[in-house]
């Protein structure tokens, strides 16, 4: 699906993020990366995060904890101190990110509440001038699943395309 997306070290425009989605100040927003080893200088990376960060690229979202001093703006770490990382599986998403030195805060491109827009024309409609809008055809997905791996065993936080099951999760 399409993406709003900024540097995530760059607190003006993560907060630009949330303005333009008119997102809960609560509800972080997630990093997308071009690799599994790339967001290791922002969070902490256990054995749990290897086992399922192997699964990627595709719809799972690993909830891990931030590293102690890293460059992350406040906004991208939840309550709990955790931050959500995943690699999509998408040549485009990937390529972008990977230009844009690996790692990007990114959010569903559509407001808080409404559905994703799934269209270039619908986006550059909705959000106006002044955003770079990537013409990657028409598309849709469904939410990715997401476990949080700062509890032991591993919790299943939302269920998306990926099961329990499927993932080895009680």
Known sequence: MYGLAALPTDAAAVERLYELKGRDPAQPIALLLDAPGRVTAFVEVSPAYAALAARWPGPLTLVVRA?????????????????????????????VIGACSGVLAVTSANRSGEPPLTTAEAIAARFGPGLLVLDGGPREGAASTVVDLMVDPPALLREGPLSAAALGLR
């Open 67 to 95: 590293r102690r001093g890293s460059v992350l703006p406040a906004r991208l770490v939840g309550p709990g101190g955790g931050v959500g990382v995943r690699q999509p599986d998408d040549v485009l998403a990937l390529a």
